[in-house]
């Protein structure tokens, strides 16, 4: 039984970079060193400019394997590229001298079977934050075929996992769909955030002027909603009232990615487009330190993707004390509290540009929001919580697996 001893454990995770999915490993990184367990992120790709600092400083043990391999080929055959480089990191925990006893892992569930052949009784716990086969497109032609056993073996990775996590219950009903012959129901484990390092600021002098969109330049975050919201608010305000206003554009980038690429182009050929070239600023791979102060010194916080399948911003943005309008799907409902703690709106422009309009008219209703958020942050979304449920969840898959 593992009882109160501390546990080796080791996490998995394919490319070490800035976005959601790498801040949940991180936290629980750190989260279960704190309570004294031996951890090592095992990754197959981490450039320390564009990673969290805790990666780069020596907070936590990281060991890149594999990092010769290519993301993908000629754009194309990423998931391969991916399965790929996570079996060479799982190869190097099994071959690791100092044997964990369980590994977390998340995004390639595929490379679980490989654990369960190798070495039968270490744990592996999945930490789903959503369904792979359903972050790809539609099945047809060619495609349907290529994609054939990379599904079967996802079905068959996920199957195999000691335990599986996920990150919200929107995505635990997703995920009962999308697998309805597992014999298991998935854990709910919120992420959660530093409330100590997310926290509130006073408001400058001349009040808070900036609305900040917070998500990574890909098409699927949606962010060209925040500048068509932007423009449409322009439109709405009295030019007076407008003049101060600023809009702030900052995400992860990786210049490795066609997507991330193209998507910030576009972004900055919309805000030409629109005249408003001079009031956006866009911040790609933002560090850590310099984002927590513009989210805290903000109007607002701005939250553009459907079916989030749980959405870190709206929590850092209520942690720090300021309201987050986002998109009424997925998980935003189980964080935010419509109109407490921020506005839920239908994906539109004139529906963000509405919500911005009440709360740039109403500060002191942009602040009692705020209050609100970070109450229920420390109550509900804290990195501690998110801790003692992910400690509980991995003690559980040791003591069931004898060791």
């Keep these: 039984m593992a009882g109160d001893r501390p546990l080796r454990v080791a996490i998995l995770h394919p490319d070490l970079g800035l976005g959601g999915a790498e801040r949940l490993v991180v936290d629980a990184a750190l989260e279960l060193q704190q309570r004294g367990h031996r951890v090592t992120l095992f990754t197959g790709s981490h450039d320390p400019a564009r990673a969290f600092e805790e990666t780069s400083n020596g907070t936590l043990d990281v060991r890149v394997c594999g990092g010769r391999l290519p993301l993908h080929a000629a754009g194309r055959l990423r998931v391969v590229a991916a399965i790929a480089k996570t079996t060479v990191v799982a190869a190097a925990i099994l071959r690791d001298r100092d044997r964990p006893d369980v590994v977390l892992c998340d995004v390639v569930p595929h490379i679980i079977p490989l654990f369960r052949v190798l070495r039968r009784r270490l744990p592996v716990v999945f930490y789903c934050h959503f369904p792979d086969q359903l972050l790809t497109p539609p099945r047809r032609g060619l495609y349907r075929w290529y994609r054939a056993p990379v599904d079967a073996l996802d079905s068959a990775g996920t199957a195999g996992a000691s335990s599986v996590l996920v990150n919200s219950r929107y995505t635990a009903s997703v995920f009962a769909r999308t697998y309805p012959r597992m014999a298991s129901t998935p854990e709910v484990v919120y992420p959660g955030v530093d409330i100590e390092r997310w926290a509130p600021r006073p408001a400058p002098p001349a009040g808070r002027t900036t609305i900040v969109s917070v998500a990574r330049f890909e098409r699927s975050k949606n962010v060209a909603l925040a500048v068509g919201a932007f423009a449409t608010l322009r439109d709405q305000l009295p030019a007076r009232v407008f003049a101060p206003l600023r809009l702030a554009i900052a995400g992860g980038f990786d210049a490795r990615l066609t997507d991330c690429v193209e998507t910030l182009a576009n972004l900055r050929g919309l805000a030409q487009a629109s005249g408003l070239q001079d009031r956006i600023d866009f911040l790609p791979s933002c560090p850590e330190a310099g984002l927590r102060a513009l989210v805290a010194g903000a109007l607002a916080v701005v939250y553009t993707p459907e079916h989030e399948h749980f959405g870190y911003v709206p929590v850092e943005g209520m942690a720090c004390g300021r309201p987050v309008v986002a998109v009424a799907s997925g998980g935003p409902l189980e964080t935010i509290v419509d109109g407490e ?40 979304f804290s990195r501690t919580s998110f801790g003692t449920h992910l400690e509980a969840a991995l003690r559980s898959a040791v003591d069931r697996a004898g060791r």
Aim: no cysteine; net charge neutral; aromatic share 2%.
């Design 341 to 380: 703690t921020g506005i839920l709106v239908p994906p539109t422009v004139e529906a963000f540009a509405e919500a911005l309009a009440r709360l740039v008219g109403d500060p002191a209703l942009a602040d009692r929001m705020g209050a609100a958020g970070r109450a229920r942050v420390v109550a509900s």
